[in-house]
């Protein structure tokens, strides 16, 4: 680790305002979901090129698993590894212990069941659907109902887990809320992003998991189900992440944010364009005309604000470029935030009508998603674990060099598998508006998809490594 980082124990406040055995826990269950939702996309991505080694096992179905595959990776390891991150960091910047330990051990343990529950709900959920008392339950309330996944895209919990689900996010808020309200002085940006994430987390999942469920249909539950899907990513995950690098960085390159004006202008940029912007997602649909202009118009406007952000974060580098070299956890961070940049811009434009012709509905669509959630939010928390993981061990990593491997797999194999999907769409858009048989799309896709194959290998042996590296210091072997 590098000199910055070490100075930076000096500034460390005392140890009891953290349950360090917590955040390594929401860290260990963070890495299994990960695990699982691995296994998973290799799965699917075995399947696409017709080498499923579980072809024919019912519960095993690649469409079970690509359910299982999203879902692991947003509520199993996203939330659980920003969960984690969120007990060091709050109490450290508030100097306030969060509401109540326990809550916090009941939240965590709440959280495992029903993220456990909703992989349930997705591979047993016909077996569910079948039971007749479920039918008829469904008749006599005049709503449909299924024990199983609901059919809503990233809302797939089931209908009986929501409002637990929708407990538990009061509850996350309540915990930290109270440090954030005891803190003195002005209130440091990263938390103006953490208290806006917990109240944007919880509306966002009530909207999208009730509301086209149970009130609106048609065209209007794909108008909410697009703004669910986006608001998922933009209300919940990004002011996490930017409110975690607004804590981060400064401390470990040992000096302030570069602009703080800068950052206010990316707190309300995110907080006005981002709920605008749902409908990009159904362009070209009967949602009327307006509406998806005006979703366009506000895509495009986040680009900018995303702008000023980074140019903020590369501010506060500026002169200090060695450390994107030497210091691993910022040259986690900073890769994520090329990757972002790239991936927001790749969005200003995808998401005009004339991009939208030709890739709407291709693999292009695959490979932003793997862009952002893996290139940017993942390689934010790996830059956060491999930071943390020693200072809560009280020891450093067993293998640096393990450390470097799982840094090189990651950004490597989501670069080729970004570039490789991105490319498949515009094939796969020009074969559609040349009228080609979609079968002659699908052969043409095959060595992308067998790219993406090794792409994911690369990728899961890169958090092979980063696994194999964590329990050898947690066990506390011999250093290499
Ligand atoms: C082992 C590496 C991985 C492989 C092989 C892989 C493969 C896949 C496959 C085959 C799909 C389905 C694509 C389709 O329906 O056509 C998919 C979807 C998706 N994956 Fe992965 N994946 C991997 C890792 C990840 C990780 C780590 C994340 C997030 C951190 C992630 C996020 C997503 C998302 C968000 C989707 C949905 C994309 C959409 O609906 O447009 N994947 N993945």
């Not at 009130?215 to 998922?232: K, N, P, R, W």
């Not at 990593?397 to 570039?419: D, I, N, P, Q």
């Amino acid at each position: 680790m590098s000199a910055a980082e070490t100075r930076s124990e000096e500034i460390t406040p005392p140890q009891d305002l953290v349950d360090t055995r917590l955040v390594l826990w929401y860290f260990v269950a963070a890495c299994v979901f990960l695990l699982i939702s691995m296994l998973g996309g290799i799965l699917m991505a075995l399947q696409l090129v017709h080498w499923n080694p579980l072809a024919g096992l019912e519960l095993f179905s690649p469409g079970r698993w690509r359910m299982i595959h999203t879902n692991a990776v947003a509520y199993g390891f996203l939330a659980n590894a920003f969960l984690g991150a969120l007990h060091w960091a709050v109490p450290r910047l508030t100097m306030h212990r969060v509401a109540s330990q326990a809550l916090s051990y009941f939240i965590f343990l709440a959280w495992q069941a029903i993220v456990l529950l909703t992989a349930a709900g997705v591979v047993l959920g016909p077996s569910f659907q079948d039971q007749a008392w479920v039918a008829e339950a469904s008749r006599n309330l005049g709503i449909s109902m299924s024990l199983g996944a609901q059919g809503l895209e990233w809302g797939e919990t089931p209908f009986w887990i929501d409002p637990v689900a929708l407990l538990g996010l009061l509850l996350v808020a309540v915990n930290f809320m109270v440090p954030i309200a005891k803190a003195k002085g002005p209130l440091y940006v990263t938390l103006w992003y953490f208290m806006a994430a917990f109240v944007w987390t919880f509306l966002t999942y009530a909207m999208g998991n009730l509301l086209p469920e149970y009130t609106v249909a048609g065209t209007s539950a794909g108008a909410i189900g697009g703004l669910f899907i986006h608001d998922l990513v933009g209300l919940f995950v990004t002011p996490l992440g930017w409110g975690l690098m607004y804590y981060f960085v400064p401390i470990m390159l040992q000096r302030p944010i570069w602009s703080h004006g800068l950052s206010l202008v990316g707190f309300w940029g995110l907080a006005f364009f981002y709920p605008l912007q749902g409908i990009h997602h159904f362009l070209y649909t009967p949602i009327p005309m307006f509406l998806q202009h005006g979703a366009i118009i506000s895509t495009i406007a986040v680009e900018l604000v995303v702008t000023t952000v980074v140019i903020n974060f590369f501010g506060t580098l500026w002169g200090q470029g060695r450390a994107f070299v030497d210091n691993l956890p910022i040259r986690w961070f900073y890769t994520g935030m090329i990757y972002y940049f790239l991936t927001c811009l790749q969005c200003s434009m995808q998401v005009t009508l004339t991009f939208q012709k030709l890739i709407h509905f291709t693999d292009w669509v695959v490979g932003h998603a793997h862009l952002v959630m893996f290139g940017v939010f993942s390689m934010w928390l790996f830059g956060v674990m491999t930071y943390l993981i020693p200072r809560l061990l009280n020891r450093p990593w067993y293998s640096h060099k393990l450390c470097e491997w799982h840094f090189w797999l990651s950004a490597a194999g989501v670069l080729v598998m970004a570039s490789d999907l991105i490319l498949a769409g515009v094939f796969q858009g020009y074969f559609w508006a040349a009228l080609q048989p979609w079968d002659v799309s699908v052969v043409a896709s095959q060595p992308f998809w067998i790219t993406r194959v090794f792409a994911g290998l690369a990728m899961f042996g890169g958090f092979l490594c980063f696994l194999y590296n964590f329990w050898m210091t947690w066990s506390a072997r011999s250093h290499v």
